[in-house]
């Protein structure tokens, strides 16, 4: 009998036991979920607003902000007004916008030509992926950029170019080079490339909307001399710019530009350094290869170094990293795909059109190292020249549909997914069907990872 009731003991005991072990576990995955749920908050905090300190070279040096604020208002030239940087792909955050000046807006009471209305709308922080900042007498002092300018747009659920943000979507309306050739003082630039103003505008002009040239500043190279699809010459002198990618459905994939270089947090860094001119620490001893990247060895671009305490970038990485790893790639609109003809493309896509080889579901791209040569792509090494690895990476498809504007490869070199579909038919001898490939591309307009929505508690 005693053995018994000691055994009901033990049991009870146990039973308690393990009762507070996963309260406990319990409560440490909240704590832990809780810590995630705020680290992506942050994030979303800097890919939105942070500057990293950039305004000392868009503002201080650069002066465009005068170009922006205008005579007018004490700067130079007639100013930008919200027409104009609608025009050149500047979007506006609706949600920004108090009511009264909503329903002016609705009424057309707004003068959109006028510059001024462009200063409110940034002092409202209005302006996606801008951040003006403002004297006492309310004029701008400067004006810093943030990862949004590029990487996100709004779904002109307002009006064209004005609506909720869509972040993570490549903004391929911006016109990058356009609105950095207003720049008053282009000095840096011409130094960096050691040319005239002239001749760094009429390059900043070549890319066109939805384009940026990453490696301009490294290598100096502004122009494709010849460009090769299939074996023949498709053109000549092109712009060295590439088209603007997608900051979503990232999870998983290893490199996440068109030619590798590195992984989310890497090009982050980099981007952050020396791209947006913020003020940070970056490594990368891959860029002091004076023979490849010539201006950036020359300039220690691969050894930046920033004081701790002034380091305004560094810290930041990790909540923008963990971010941009919660973007999942949207679905198609009802209606926008057929969706007999993408079950018929699914089964081509991993079958007789061998896209799945590289292009691995649920990924759409390799897991591991997903670069290939540009033998292998069926195309010229201009681009993949121009980066550490010299190759392209295999582009994951996911939400594809959402920057079909301006052409598919990393230069637009194909205007449409058909056309991307005849090139790896002639480069892979497929034999397809017009009706197959066809398919295809109902098939790739497609994919994505969740509705199209906002999502919910976004502010």
Not at 129 to 149: E, H, K, Y
Not at 300 to 319: C, N, S
Request: hydrophobic share 40%.
């Amino acid at each position: 009998m005693l053995e018994r009731k000691t055994f009901h003991k033990t049991l009870i005991y146990s039973g308690v036991a393990l009762l507070i072990i996963g309260l406990f576990g319990a409560a440490s995955m909240q704590a832990r979920a809780s810590a995630m749920s705020d680290l992506v908050t942050q994030g979303r905090q800097i890919f939105r607003f942070d500057t990293f300190g950039d305004e000392d070279f868009w503002g201080e040096q650069l002066k465009l902000h005068q170009a922006i604020e205008g005579e007018q208002f004490g700067g130079v030239g007639p100013g930008v007004s919200p027409t104009t940087a609608l025009s050149v792909g500047l979007k506006v955050d609706v949600k920004a916008l108090p009511d009264s000046l909503k329903r002016q807006l609705k009424k057309g009471q707004v003068d959109l030509n006028d510059p001024a209305v462009t200063l409110a709308l940034l002092k409202l922080n209005a302006v996606v992926g801008v951040t003006g900042f403002f004297n006492s007498d309310g004029s701008l002092s400067s004006i810093g950029i943030q990862c949004a300018l590029c990487h996100s747009t709004v779904d002109d659920s307002f009006a064209p170019g004005i609506g909720k943000r869509l972040d993570g979507w490549a903004n391929r309306d911006l016109n990058v080079g356009a609105i950095i050739a207003l720049s008053p003082n282009l000095s840096p630039l011409q130094t960096l490339l050691s040319a005239d103003r002239d001749t760094v505008v009429a390059v900043l002009n070549s890319w066109g909307p939805g384009k940026f040239d990453a490696e301009l500043v490294l290598d100096g190279k502004a122009f494709n001399p010849q460009q090769v699809t299939d074996g023949v010459v498709t053109g000549t002198n092109v712009p060295g710019a590439t088209l603007i990618p997608p900051a979503f459905g990232l999870a998983g994939v290893n490199l996440h530009t068109w030619t590798g270089w590195g992984s989310i947090p890497y090009w982050n860094a980099f981007v952050a350094n020396i791209e947006m001119h913020g003020k940070g620490n970056f490594f990368d001893p891959r860029l002091d290869n004076a023979a490849q990247f010539p201006i950036a060895a020359a300039n220690g671009f691969g050894h930046i170094q920033t004081p701790e305490d002034e380091d305004l970038i560094t810290p930041k990485l990790p909540a923008l990293h963990a971010y941009q790893l919660s973007l999942l790639a949207p679905l198609p609109p009802d209606g926008s795909f057929d969706p007999v003809a993408a079950s018929r493309g699914d089964a081509l896509f991993e079958g007789k059109a061998k896209c799945a080889s590289c292009h691995v579901p649920p990924l759409y791209t390799e897991s591991g190292w997903n670069l290939h040569t540009p033998a292998e792509m069926g195309i010229d090494s201009f681009q993949a020249d121009r980066s550490p690895d010299l190759m392209y990476r295999t582009s994951p498809l996911k939400g594809i549909w959402t920057h079909t504007k301006g052409g598919f490869f990393h230069d637009g070199r194909f205007a449409t997914l058909l056309d991307v579909v005849n090139h790896y038919d002639t480069l892979f001898s497929l034999g397809l069907t017009n009706q197959e490939k066809s398919d295809l591309v109902e098939y790739l307009k497609s994919l994505g990872d969740v509705p199209l929505q906002t999502p919910k508690g976004d502010d």
